[in-house]
């Protein structure tokens, strides 16, 4: 899908353009300038950003005040959030006795032996039921083990 070009995009691509037009005739003319050995002055044309916004310049004087002004801020909001009464030292670490977590080991155990009991009283035990083999079956059953013994015997002679 083509993007649309609007009037205010295109005005900001002709501003774009026209900075970094700007931008390289200054590079050529310093080029120029090393080539012929005459020194380079960039204070004739300053740069400046975008829709005519210089950089903004401050005194020194004028950042001593604003720095002056928020220490000031933070001490009246340091001032105000410290306490009257000094900070009681942090509680102890609570141990626990050798007996209570004898007793607490104790229960864990005897709640791990019901769960089991349940387990096995829910679940009974599984029987093993024998087949029941017909006669037939039986005999032919014993027939074939009886020929696999043989063919079993016969390949250990000849090796």
């Known amino acids: 899908m083509p993007t649309k070009l609007t009037p205010d995009i295109i005005d900001a691509a002709i501003e774009g353009l026209t900075a970094q037009r700007r931008r390289l005739d200054d590079k050529i003319a310093e080029l120029r300038a090393m080539r012929n050995g005459t020194p380079v002055d960039n204070s004739a044309a300053p740069e400046t950003e975008p829709r005519g916004r210089g950089r903004r310049r401050m005194s020194a004087a004028a950042r001593a005040r604003i720095a002056a002004a928020q220490r000031a801020r933070w001490a009246a909001q340091k001032g105000e959030s410290q306490p009257a009464t000094p900070v009681a030292?942090?509680?102890?670490?609570?141990?626990?006795?050798?007996?209570?977590?004898?007793?607490?080991?104790?229960?864990?155990?005897?709640?791990?032996?019901?769960v089991r009991a349940g387990k096995q009283a829910a679940a009974p035990a599984p029987t093993k039921t024998k087949r029941k083999l017909s006669p037939a079956a039986r005999r032919k059953l014993a027939a074939n083990l009886a020929k696999a013994r043989a063919a079993k015997a016969a390949k250990a002679k000849a090796a």
């Open 89 to 114: 030292a942090p509680k102890k670490k609570r141990r626990m006795s050798a007996e209570g977590r004898a007793r607490i080991i104790a229960a864990t155990k005897a709640r791990w032996a019901r």
